[in-house]
């Protein structure tokens, strides 16, 4: 489907710059399916009742909890991965020398 829409030249010469004149309708497209993807999801999380329960959550209650939380995770997957990568990245690789 066609629409017309006024645009600043600038702004179209922007566009031009980053996707080419043959890209635009694909980039505005693409832009504006991202834009409308963010509004949604601000609009359901400004939703009463929130669409979570944050008191199920306490790791996440503060920035410093869910910093905590992320390293944890990442200490666990990393140890994870240690033990079940073959060589070079687990522990069953062959060390230098050997």
Do not use: C
Not at 11 to 40: P, Q, W
Request: aromatic share 6%.
């Amino acid at each position: 489907m066609r629409a017309h829409v006024v645009l600043p030249q600038e702004l179209i010469d922007e566009i031009d710059k980053v996707a080419g004149k043959r890209g635009r309708s694909k980039f505005i497209e693409e832009t504006l399916r991202e834009r409308l993807r963010r509004e949604k999801l601000l609009r359901l999380l400004r939703e009463e009742p929130p669409p979570i329960d944050w008191s199920q959550y306490p790791e996440w209650s503060t920035p410093e909890k869910v910093s905590q939380w992320v390293h944890d995770n990442r200490q666990r997957d990393d140890e994870h991965s240690r033990k079940q990568l073959p060589p070079p990245w687990g522990d069953r690789a062959i060390s230098p020398g050997q």
